[in-house]
């Protein structure tokens, strides 16, 4: 049993909440347990510089950036106003290229879409929630294009979603928080399609490294939690 | 009548949502019409270093940051991540000057007390409601202090609230929005205690300037409609 | 009787010096008191990109730099060679705005006036001196204009100057120093029109609010104030 | 066939020179076909400001920092210095977190180990590279501090070394070059111990996703690799 | 002849007034024909943290600031605000350096005396008239120190004053104004004591390598400038 | 005697590696004693923007960067991420000036050339040797533009080599490494043609002032040591 009563295999209970906000295309307000982000999608029609100068410049492009609030977490968290912390950076890489595989640019045509990952209270999986929230607003904006894409070929290609998983006294176990991240011996993002294969793996071992064994048993604990999430991202979707 | 149908003299529809997260002590997610901010008020048990140095370090400090994210406007606005521009820099000296000004530092006590602006939808008067939901935060935040500080010297001196007053078309008008911000002839912001008196004025003129008798009207004005804000104030901290 | 000897309603000593360099078009030594700026008007032929990408880029523009140099007082103040700090942005879009409101920017054509503010010694009252200097030397750089601006529509439509005023010990006062800048309740920067109106008012409640008398009993101060250095201003430009 | 001639699971030729300068305690050239690298290890007897106001201060830390040099590449690469690129700042997170999985900082002591990881030529592979080398010249540096450590308690606890796999033309195959990497499906980045046990995953679907049973090809072709460069990395070591 | 009329030896007209402004302990306005300086000196009674740590900490330090203020040219240079310009640095370097060649920082003690030189106008040859004027606002700066220095070991122990020679149509000529120096095949700049013993040579060609011949006929030419600067040097310290 | 056996007049061991790599085109790696240079010459085939913006853009350009990798000295260099140097700035744009001086931009045509020298460990005198090792990368990377300039005209015109000498305990001495350099009384660059002229010249005393006569005979000294230098870059690049 988990400090919250969660089973092993329990992702906490996620709530989802699209066009938070009106001005942006996509606004998804999202949470797992403690954690809540404002995820929004924005459309820029040009493309940034060094994609422009392409001979490919027909094709779109998306990218993300990742921000915790300063009130996001206790102790406050120095806001990144002079440079980024490395962290942040290498999750947002993470959002942008997860999300990316699940675009057709070609079908998107020469336009940029941003993604914008505000923390607005950190508890652990927000890589991960960023993702799965990601899609829904990625979703959402792409729906405002209407008539500037053919109805023919989908720019979406794949629904995508996040978990992580990890091994806490040797159990393997599903969409950790805070508490339980930083106690894991393992720690392990895993990104996935509707169709079930694999857009990214991230295992980091921390403090004890892991066997192939381990490895297999997180992976199927993830599979099992991404299927529950695209459920729940489907009936957001409908709503 | 005013685009949207107001009367000179009516504010934008106001909610307040107080603890929208948990992990800060104050947390508040305030809206006047489209305007959306969330508001947190963290405290820190030490001082900035150049206040710790002071002879007078006993007493306690407060200070403000503002931030307009990406996905708050339409186009959305690069992220302020390598250095602060003007305006941000402006309005959060505002909103901790103004702060500051209802706060006993000596009944404080030696720590910090750091107010973050979040605007999650811009649509106008953003530093006024900041200052309007800041003062809700602070008194979240205050009350969490408990024993920490004094029950016999009370920590806040005053109720403070905040509000845009213009000219527009040669009328005075209250609680602007983008559209009518962004045409106004004047715009001035005012900062009041729940005494009536003033803590800050910031009046500009746009394009042309304006009399003694036009600065008179507008304060009026802008009198009358913090003294809606601070019921709006006192029933949200009721609740 | 102020420290300095001064009546309640008396201006510091003023010196205006044009000419003070000859490279840039505008360049003028003025001091009021101890406090000593050098303020220059150069004139650039192209526009801000941001203003060149405009539908409306045959109007020009105009922009203030504000900076207090590290000699300028004791102890020395850190050069700001990596970031402009929080006083100096406010400062200097104030200047902006104020000397902004004097042009006709379609009369000035397509380029680009920028206004420097040097500060050489520190008294206060930098940010109004500044902006009744920028205003001489703003009058000496549209002088070199000649032939590049029409004469049938002048530049220039307003003149313009600014004080500060303030309550000290509860009595208003014109043109504090330092000393009394410092131990002032109100402090309140006016900028205004050759015809009495106001182009900005910025009032600050040090420590203590104020009231609406007061308020109006320190723009009656700073209205006169201002007449004086329009005077000077005056016979500076003629001499 | 690879397009320069080898098999599926080859590696490319490797070289490695320890001490290729004396001054800092481990300095290692090492390269795999044309990617070269320069890996110091240097030693600082303090511990970073945040570690050391740690209650654990006692415990040492490790860190890495990687750069291409701007001959490294062509185009030139434009030198970081003003800020650090993101891909930069998640390989060397990636190093640094390797390498700190294979030392006992309690027995290391209250000393900081620096690795610097500068790529004098990239054709692909650098980040595993660079923790192969890094683990050398790690333990040249520890070397170096004979009595400062304890005889008795080995700063070491295991070997490390890393290689990339990926899936090209569905094919899986070991330490791409930069043509391979720049074309491969899947890029996926191991570190493993001589234990045989992870350390870290990185798997990346580069436009196209993959299934579990490709992840497994991959890892056993990796868990080859890495078995030859520990080979090569014990006979250096005695060398 | 040269085209302002100076003979090949002669300097420009040299302008000095010290205690220009107040604040600072050594303030002094110096000219050189069209180039104009603010040399300010002040002095802070600790020393920089790296000076602090060192062993021989009761030694003091001097260091220097080189600004070329935006007015200062035409066109208007761009304010060195985000970071410094290699010029700035270069120049800022060799004024430290000559300044500190003058003063036995055991005789001053653990102060920092901080040279800030701010370029009102630029027209050559600001880098040698900032050391010239930097010497004496060194001395009015040290004079200030009273008895906090020992009367009996002089905290100077040299005079200093720098110049620039080049050769211009094969010609060398001495201090040389902005064409001058835009044109010549070498710029030399010369620091030297009273005592006639050199502090720092700094010869560039410029387009075309010079001869040992060449060199001595521009030190020569240099020696006879600077005795000159020394006598105006200490003519205007006791004036 | 000199502290490692040399006579005065005797430079360190000198070796040269020229295509330590081959992605550069101009590629050596130089040593002098324990200093030890990776220099590269890299070719961009445009203008820097201010350079092809001036009406003389058909001429090439040349510049440099000097970096120390944070292991060339003990204790670690602090890797210049967020701002460089101010002595890397002085020294690179030493190297930068003295290469340009012996390039024919009109025969270069509209490229850039960029010189990067690496430093690989540090023991004195690594501005003179990027300077005598980037003129053997200067001639190798433009060996490679074949026919893209004219035969008929060569693009270098001179050749170029540089070292460093100083006096110590009195005695003129040449090639000062890291412990005779901190050590000397003066410090004296010396940049020189094959014709024997000087291309620049930088001299400081370091705690001493020194005369017209040891400036004389440093200069010899140094003649004497480029003589040689030439020698090996004439060997080299025939090898």
């Given at each position: 049993m988990r400090h919250d009563g969660r089973q092993p295999d329990e992702l906490r209970p996620i709530r989802i909440?699209?066009?938070?906000t009106k001005v942006a295309p996509g606004s998804v307000l999202i949470s797992a347990g403690d954690t809540t982000l404002l995820v929004t999608a924005s459309i820029d029609e040009t493309l940034p510089p060094w994609k422009a100068a392409d001979p490919a410049a027909q094709k779109g492009w998306l990218t993300a950036e990742y921000c915790m609030l300063p009130g996001s977490t206790s102790p406050r968290k120095r806001r990144e106003r002079e440079k980024v912390d490395g962290r942040s950076t290498e999750i947002q890489r993470l959002i942008g290229r997860?999300?990316?595989a699940c675009v057709d640019f070609e079908a998107l045509g020469p336009r940029t879409i941003m993604i914008d990952v505000e923390v607005l209270q950190a508890?652990?999986?927000t890589r991960t929630l960023g993702i799965t929230g990601g899609y829904i607003a990625l979703c959402d904006a792409i729906a405002t294009l209407g008539d500037k894409v053919s109805k023919d070929r989908p720019v979406l290609t794949a629904s995508i979603a996040a978990v992580s998983v990890g091994i806490s006294n040797g159990t393997p176990i599903l969409d950790l928080d805070y508490i339980?991240?930083?106690q894991a011996e393992v720690d392990l993002n895993v990104v996935m399609t509707g169709a079930g294969e694999f857009i990214?793996?991230?295992g980091t071992a921390e403090g004890r490294s892991f066997t192939r064994e381990q490895l297999d048993q997180?992976?199927?604990l993830a599979e099992k939690g991404i299927r529950q999430l695209m459920e729940l991202q489907r009936a957001a979707l409908k709503g």
């Open positions: 909440q699209r066009q938070f997860s999300l990316r508890d652990g999986g339980e991240d930083s990214e793996i991230q997180q992976l199927s």
